[in-house]
C-alpha cells in the first residue's frame, strides 16, 4: 500500500512568488491534514480536511495560504505570495476516521524562501 | 503558551544504557497522548497512543506510559538504531486530528 506522497521533497523560491504543494494521501483516507514546522520550532497544524470539506482551518497563519481538496482526493497547498517566515517543512497527513488515532505523514516538503 | 514541553532536547546513550524521555502537558481536556518516531528527512511515523492515566503500550525496546500530567517513553537496552528524533504530541476531545507536539528529543545511540 503506498503511503502519503508529498510533491515537490525541496522548492526554493523568492519573496513575492507563488508556491504550491501538492499532498497524495493514502487510498480511502478521508480525512486529510497539513502540519508545517518552521526552524526551532515544533510541528504546527494548519488545516484539517475531511473529503472535500474544511473541517479545521484555524491553524492557517494568514489568507496567504489557500488549501483545496479538489474531490475528496488529493490536496493543494498555495502560498502567495510568499514570504521569508513561510520557509520550513510543510507535511501532510492522512487517516481514515476524524479521531486521529493513527496519522500517516508524508516526508514533507521543504520549503525555501529567499 | 507552552502546552506539550519535551525533555531532554537532545539524549546521547551508548548502545544498551536505558534511559527515558519525558513529556509534559499543562491542558485539560485531553482525549489521547501520541508518541511519533521521526528520522531525517522523513515524516513522523506513528509508535503509540494512550487514553488514560495508568496505560502503558510497548513496541519492541520502547514503551510508553501515561500519568495525569505527563508521559514517559522508555527505551531499553537502545540500538543504534534507535536513534532518531521522537515527538510527543496530544489531542483534545473535539479537536478531531488537531494535534499539538512538543518539540521532540533528539536521541543518539552511539555503538
Known amino acids: 500500500e503506498a503511503g502519503v506522497t508529498q510533491f515537490p521533497s525541496h522548492s526554493v523560491i523568492e519573496k513575492g512568488q507563488t508556491v504550491t504543494l501538492r499532498c497524495d494521501p493514502i487510498?480511502?483516507?478521508?480525512?486529510l491534514y497539513w502540519y508545517r514546522r518552521v526552524m526551532g520550532k515544533e510541528i504546527k497544524f494548519l488545516l484539517h480536511f475531511v473529503k472535500e470539506s474544511k473541517q479545521d482551518e484555524s491553524g492557517m497563519p494568514n489568507n496567504r495560504f489557500l488549501a483545496e481538496r479538489t474531490g475528496g482526493t488529493y490536496s493543494t497547498l498555495k502560498v502567495q505570495p510568499a514570504e521569508l517566515e513561510d520557509s520550513g517543512v510543510y507535511f501532510c497527513?492522512?487517516?481514515?476516521?476524524?479521531?486521529?488515532?493513527?496519522?500517516?505523514f508524508g516526508s514533507g516538503t521543504q520549503l525555501s524562501v529567499l | 503558551e507552552d502546552q506539550v514541553t519535551q525533555s531532554p532536547e537532545a539524549l546521547r546513550l551508548q548502545e544498551g544504557e536505558s534511559s527515558s524521555l519525558n513529556c509534559s502537558y499543562t491542558?485539560?481536556?485531553?482525549?489521547?497522548l501520541f508518541w511519533y518516531r521521526q528520522d531525517p528527512g522523513k515524516g513522523p511515523e506513528f509508535l503509540f497512543t494512550?487514553?488514560?492515566a495508568g496505560e502503558e503500550k510497548e513496541k519492541e525496546r520502547l514503551k510508553a506510559t501515561l500519568t495525569k500530567k505527563e508521559s514517559f517513553l522508555h527505551i531499553t537496552a537502545p540500538k543504534p538504531e534507535d536513534s532518531a528524533t521522537y515527538l510527543c504530541?496530544?489531542?483534545?476531545?473535539?479537536?478531531?486530528?488537531?494535534?499539538?507536539f512538543g518539540q521532540g528529543t533528539e536521541l543518539s545511540v552511539k555503538p
Open positions: 487510498s480511502g483516507h478521508d480525512n
Open positions: 504530541a496530544v489531542v483534545f476531545y473535539n479537536q478531531g486530528g488537531k494535534l499539538i
Open positions: 497527513a492522512s487517516s481514515q476516521d476524524i479521531s486521529a488515532e493513527k496519522l500517516f
Open positions: 491542558v485539560s481536556g485531553l482525549r489521547g
Open positions: 494512550l487514553y488514560s
